[in-house]
């Protein structure tokens, strides 16, 4: 799977959650970017993509990153091994 | 030993002398060597060395075998036992009572003639603060986040750095690591910037705190004679009296953190110019906040049990309102257990954490609702007017959540709460307003102090003041350093009356 794939489900993955279809994330965006995107949600979204490329991520992960870049490259390095 | 008090002065001032005068690789050292002073001060016997070593050896043994185990069974195991070993410390000294009058009500209510006499613990400070850090620090290490540190002597100074003991912040091992363990040059510049800072927090004390406290002791205290509008006011007066205790007391803990040459993490932002009890709870003890929501919340949240509860609840509810009911259930806890955090009594679970619950859960679901009649009614939400409305509200339900906190239990807070809709007399206030603990020139400059601190708040908004000072030329910043300096010793409230134990949030 490549950047561009995982970004492209990633989209949808952050349309669902927080129920906006017309959210499109980089690898800037972080939670200042959207608008419902807050401490309470957060955890829905982690499950969402967990579920979404099944994998796991740690609580250091989930409490440490810092925009959609970070997850990103996690979600690469849990993929490749 | 007491923040403001000449003990703590001289204690400050002679340990940061020895720190830069010494050997730098040797500095740590006078660190732990003046926390565990502080630590034990007033309060050095078998006991309390028990204590400290029972917290300091658990968090130590277990962190090594934890990190000798990582993503093991036995890691999970470990880190669950330490955290029960201090967790069960902490009950045990702080939460016995609660449990046993717990139980003397129950056999109350069944007609048991049976009563468990209270007992009396007697713990070392900061122990409610360095529990939490410890516990933080198994957790980090047990998820990987950084190295375990294999010197006792280092982490028995992460555990007891004696600024943070009396009312926080919290800190975290990774960010403070470096710096704690690290050499410091004198530094002209963050000396200043320190001593500024300290002076702030003990105008903020010493002008404004201590002296609401006048008037608010005076109400609480005789509430046959102060009734009505008087405990209105006091309740809102409490509210700033808090504020400037805690916010000051973490200037000046801060202020001496930096002169050291340590950064600590800020507790406070401006929490008044929050519109909602949510806002105002990010920017009020805010390492509070994020220690509960790292270890407590996320963790919870994301638990296999949350989660099935969430993916029965969105199958009953629909997805919308399925996933709140495990949100709001995961915030329920944490806010029980930030009411218990604040003291053993059923006062402190209802003000700091019930009530605080409730606040938010209304304005979560009532938002919607909100917006929609709004915006049919034609109403702007973003212009002044309505931030303002929003600002006033918040500070008032906080407020009305601190009655509890301020009074002794929960029959009295319901008891002034009564009394301030039932009796209607603002007349009163005319009569006798400057015999509850305050008159005409007390209050005149706790007015003008009040507006002080608006207009450094209003400052703080573009960032930091004293930076924005920093740029100022040199005469016109040691100019406000001495205003302040003066102001504190000329309007700063001391003597008998004014008796400094009134630190708020040492107690916990």
């Known amino acids: ?81 | 030993m007491n923040l403001v008090s000449l003990t703590f002065l001289i204690f400050c001032v002679i340990t940061i002398f020895i720190y830069f005068v010494i050997p730098k690789k040797y500095q740590w050292i006078i660190l732990l060597i003046s926390s565990l002073i502080f630590l034990f001060y007033n309060n050095l016997n078998i006991g309390t060395i028990i204590q400290a070593l029972i917290v300091l050896l658990s968090t130590y043994i277990s962190g090594i075998l934890i990190d000798k185990n990582l993503q093991t069974k036995k890691a999970k195991h470990v880190l669950i036992t330490g955290i029960l070993i201090i967790v069960g410390l902490l009950i045990y000294l702080k939460y016995t009572n609660l449990f046993l009058e717990s139980l003397n009500q129950i056999f109350n209510l069944f007609h048991i003639d049976y009563k468990f006499n209270l007992v009396y613990r007697n713990s070392l400070i900061g122990i409610s603060y360095y529990s939490l850090i410890m516990i933080s620090y198994l957790i980090d290490i047990y998820r990987g986040a950084y190295k375990v540190q294999k010197n006792i002597f280092k982490l028995a100074l992460f555990m007891s750095y004696f600024p943070i003991l009396s009312s926080g912040p919290f800190i975290r091992y990774n960010d403070i690591e470096k710096n704690l363990y690290g050499n410091h040059k004198f530094n002209y510049e963050r000396i200043c910037n320190g001593l500024l800072r300290i002076c702030w927090g003990l105008f903020k004390i010493l002008v404004i705190s201590i002296r609401i406290g006048y008037f608010v002791d005076t109400v609480y205290s005789n509430l046959t004679t102060f009734y009505g509008f008087f405990t209105i006011i006091a309740a809102l007066l409490f509210t700033l009296q808090l504020y400037t205790n805690f916010s000051g007391s973490i200037d000046v803990i801060m202020g001496i953190s930096e002169i050291i040459g340590i950064e600590l993490p800020e507790n406070f932002n401006i929490p008044f110019f929050s519109k909602t009890i949510t806002e105002f709870w990010r920017n009020w003890h805010i390492t509070l906040g994020a220690w509960l929501k790292d270890y407590i919340f996320y963790p919870l949240l994301k638990s296999n049990m949350m989660q099935s509860l969430n993916t029965k609840c969105k199958k009953l509810f629909g997805k919308k309102v399925g996933k709140k009911i495990p949100l709001y259930l995961s915030m329920l806890i944490m806010w029980i257990i930030i009411g218990m955090w604040h003291g053993g009594s059923y006062n402190f679970i209802v003000g700091s954490g019930l009530l605080q619950f409730i606040f938010i859960f209304f304005e979560d679901i009532l938002e919607p609702i909100v917006v929609k009649i709004n915006k049919k009614l034609g109403f702007n939400m973003n212009v002044f007017s309505y931030r303002l409305y929003q600002m006033i509200r918040t500070y008032l339900l906080f407020s009305f959540s601190m009655i509890f906190f301020r009074a002794e239990s929960v029959s009295k807070a319901v008891r002034i709460i009564r009394s301030m809709i039932i009796i209607n007399n603002p007349k009163i206030l005319l009569k006798s307003f400057f015999n509850a603990g305050l008159d005409a020139p007390d209050f005149l400059v706790l007015l003008v102090a009040i507006g002080i601190l608006f207009i450094v708040e209003i400052l703080s908004i573009k960032g930091s003041v004293r930076k924005q000072l920093s740029k100022q030329n040199i005469i016109f910043r040691w100019t406000i350093i001495y205003i302040l300096i003066f102001s504190i010793i000329i309007f700063g409230c001391y003597g008998a009356g004014y008796d400094a134990a009134t630190f708020i949030y040492q107690q916990f």
């Open chain 1, 1 to 81: 799977m490549n950047k561009e794939e995982i970004y492209e489900r990633l989209n949808n993955v952050f349309r669902d959650v927080f129920d906006d279809e017309s959210i499109v994330v980089t690898e800037a965006t972080n939670s200042s970017d959207i608008e419902d995107w807050d401490s309470l949600e957060h955890i829905n979204l982690i499950v969402a993509v967990e579920q979404e490329f099944g994998m796991k991520f740690n609580m250091n992960e989930v409490t440490t990153m810092k925009n959609v870049g970070d997850m990103v490259n996690i979600i690469i390095s849990r993929i490749n091994n």
